[in-house]
């Protein structure tokens, strides 16, 4: 069962078909969809498109393998309503070797260089390894997705290698995959360095 969990600022629920309206807002903006999915292995173009996604997402979470959430920005104020603002996994669960990986992450452009992101990593990492005890949390991007790279390296993210001609794109162009990984005995540190950047000033 995918757990909710509660930042500060922003809250990661548990996605279900509910959703889907409140993504399609953000995912399939004619403006925000170019942004949004240019390096990712799946393009949705329409609501359908969306859907099957999504269920993708639940019914590997039904397999147990992956925990899918909606990231939502929180309001403190009454009159001002909560946020969906994109959503994020954990994928290929493997709880005999205690591995998982971090990735089908995106959110609405407007949020994009805000604490949105990194709060979210530090909650799935805390679960990570503070709940679900596991030994290794991988991600991995494609090898022009620059602006991935270097995020995942400023919250701690270890550089493994990268996969040569790993994933063919839907326009038919070939993806090198760049890996990272956190493992437990880096955690305190990362933990540290998240926090901090957190609590930094903006």
């Known amino acids: 069962m995918t757990p909710t969990l509660e930042g500060q600022n922003i809250r990661l629920e548990p996605l279900t078909l509910a959703h889907l309206p409140a ?14 999915w240019r390096y990712m292995v799946h393009w949705p173009q329409s609501a359908d498109d969306l859907r ?3 269920q993708v997402a639940l019914d590997s979470e039904a397999e147990g393998t ?8 929180k309001s403190t104020d009454p009159e001002v309503p909560e946020q969906v603002i994109g959503s994020t996994r954990f994928f290929t669960l ?3 070797h205690k591995t998982v990986e971090l990735g089908h992450t995106w959110i609405a452009p407007a949020f994009h260089g805000t604490r949105a992101n990194t709060e979210a990593k530090y909650l799935q990492l805390s ?3 503070e709940e679900l005890g596991l030994n290794r949390v991988g991600m991995k991007t494609h090898h022009e997705n620059r602006r991935s790279q270097a995020a995942i390296k400023a919250i701690g993210g270890v550089y ?7 994933l063919i794109m839907p326009d038919g162009s070939q993806r090198d995959s760049c890996w990272y990984s956190f493992i437990k005995q880096d955690w305190p540190e990362v933990k540290d360095l998240l926090r ?6 903006v």
């Open 94 to 96: 493997d709880r005999s």
């Open 127 to 129: 679960y990570a390894f």
């Open 160 to 166: 493994e290698g990268t996969f040569r001609n790993h």
């Open 52 to 54: 099957a996604w999504v």
């Open 23 to 36: 993504l399609e807002k953000i995912a399939l903006d004619p403006v925000a969809k170019p942004v949004i």
């Open 66 to 73: 992956a925990m899918p959430w909606v990231t939502v920005i």
């Open 196 to 201: 901090r950047r957190l609590q930094a000033p």
